[in-house]
């Protein structure tokens, strides 16, 4: 848990980023999509997620076009356990599953904004294959669509991918059986090392289909 505080200040410098940027972002139209959810707890949530749940730092996934039912299962797991945060598992207690559910179904209908991240080709590349072996039945990729329960990975932030995967590792989140056999079997054969390309995978927007010559 040594990382704890490390995430934490992380977060809260994301936060600070995100105040500046987001009053810059006042004057945009008001989105249509939100009158069918209380436009306040939208407000809410964009504070820390970003414009249209498109967050600008690293440490704050976006929530933008994730599957509703992902959205959903996930804000009760915050609720009701099995999934570890640092600010998510408080912060639902203000609101009813019902609420909860109306916020997923508004986010999963915002369009996901892909941002730039500095990647390490050579990883990426490796990661895309072990992302093929491992994980993309469930989770799809550029070109084909996760399963309904399963959040894209794809052009996600890299800290946060990271530290959620570290979570599972530990065991202070739970994923469904399946999902932590993959897991399992790509650190006994792949170590650290492979977790780091996949991570770096994710960050890329289209990875190269051949690696680079030497
Ligand atoms: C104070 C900042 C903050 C606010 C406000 C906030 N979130 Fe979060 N959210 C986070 C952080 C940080 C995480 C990562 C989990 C954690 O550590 O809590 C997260 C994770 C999530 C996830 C999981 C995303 C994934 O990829 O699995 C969802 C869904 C989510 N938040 C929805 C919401 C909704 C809906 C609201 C508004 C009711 C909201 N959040 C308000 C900071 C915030
Ligand atoms: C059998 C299907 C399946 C496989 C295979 C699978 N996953 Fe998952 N994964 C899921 C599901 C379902 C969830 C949502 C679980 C939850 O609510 O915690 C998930 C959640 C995640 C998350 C959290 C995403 C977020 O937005 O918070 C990450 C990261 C992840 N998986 C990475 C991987 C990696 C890396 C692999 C390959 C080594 C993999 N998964 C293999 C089904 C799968």
């Known amino acids: 848990m040594s990382r704890y505080p490390v995430r934490f ?27 069918s959810v209380p436009n ?38 915050y609720r009701y356990g099995g999934r570890f945060s640092t600010i ?9 599953d019902e609420q ?5 179904d508004h986010f999963s209908q915002q369009p996901f904004k892909r941002h730039k991240q500095r990647v390490d080709w050579d990883r990426a590349h490796e990661g895309r294959q072990l992302h093929r072996l491992y994980c993309r039945e469930c989770h799809g990729d550029v070109n084909r669509n996760p399963k309904p329960g399963s959040p894209r990975l794809n052009g996600r932030w890299m800290d946060y991918i990271r530290w959620t995967l ?35 995978y994710y960050g890329s927007a289209r990875p190269p289909a051949a690696p680079a010559a030497e």
Do not use: K
């Not at 599957?67 to 959903?72: A, Q």
């Not at 998510?88 to 009813?96: E, F, H, I, K, P």
């Open 9 to 35: 200040s992380q977060w809260l410098f994301g936060l600070a980023v995100i105040f500046v940027t987001a009053s810059a972002a006042d004057d945009r139209p008001p989105d249509p999509a939100i009158s």
């Open 40 to 77: 306040l707890a939208v407000q809410a949530c964009v504070t820390c997620h970003g414009p249209g749940g498109n967050s600008q730092a690293g440490a704050i996934p976006s929530i933008a076009g994730l599957p509703r039912e992902y959205l959903r299962q996930v804000l009760r797991s």
């Open 88 to 96: 998510m598992g408080r912060l639902v207690q203000a609101y009813s």
């Open 100 to 104: 909860l559910d109306l916020l997923a």
């Open 166 to 200: 570290q979570d599972y590792l530990l065991g202070i989140s739970q994923a469904d059986a399946e999902m932590s056999d993959a897991l399992a079997r790509l650190v006994r054969r792949h170590g650290e090392q492979g977790l780091e390309s996949l991570i770096q």
